[in-house]
């Protein structure tokens, strides 16, 4: 009876271990935020469930809230849309498979992050080299600077409207509150 007691006790200790070792692994995860920009991280499966959930449940009120944002920003604004390159839906997907532990994810993401460094890196001396092989004077690349620092700003004007939408249709005011918007809205 003794020698089933111990073997008993050494296969719940040998289960236990193992169970702590998967509740231990850590998950990359890839995530594309509103202005598609991409960024990694590492989550618990847990985590990593709970975000999905969010997203999804965000990507339902993503067109309803757009749509809002697009006529509340041609009344405001008297610009005649939000550009569809303005915002996008966020996204996070699993990258590779679960790690054993958080150390060789973070290990994982420092990688992914020095890989999407160079590649930017590398963009922007091949911009530099494109502009310098150019016949563009140095006041047309100048102009198109500013243009592209001034559209870049309307986008990230546009981004942050919608963003407040967004949070309204996820949040939405009080009954009252509610009910004269939507009597305003049908009076359009």
Not at 23 to 50: N, Q, R
Not at 113 to 142: C, P, V
């Amino acid at each position: 009876m003794g020698r089933y007691a111990i073997l008993l006790t050494c296969a719940l200790l040998t289960l236990t271990s193992q169970l702590a070792r998967s509740a231990e692994k850590a998950l990359v995860v890839k995530i594309k935020g509103y202005d598609s920009e991409t960024s990694y991280d590492v989550k618990t499966p847990d985590e990593f469930k709970a975000a999905q959930k969010e997203l999804t449940a965000e990507a339902r009120l993503f067109p309803k809230a757009y749509r809002l944002a697009d006529k509340r920003w041609k009344k405001e604004t008297g610009k005649p849309r939000i550009t569809r390159s303005a915002v996008s839906m966020r996204r996070i997907t699993m990258v590779g498979r679960p790690y054993k532990n958080a150390d060789e994810a973070h290990d994982k993401v420092m990688d992914l992050q020095a890989r999407l460094a160079e590649k930017l890196i590398a963009d922007a001396e091949k911009e530099k080299k494109r502009n310098k092989r150019s016949n563009k004077s140095k006041a047309a690349i100048a102009r198109e600077r500013r243009r592209e620092a001034k559209r870049e700003a309307d986008t990230e004007a546009a981004r942050s409207f919608f963003l407040n939408i967004l949070e309204e249709v996820k949040n939405p005011p009080a009954d009252d509150e509610a009910a004269d918007d939507e009597a305003a809205e049908k009076k359009e």
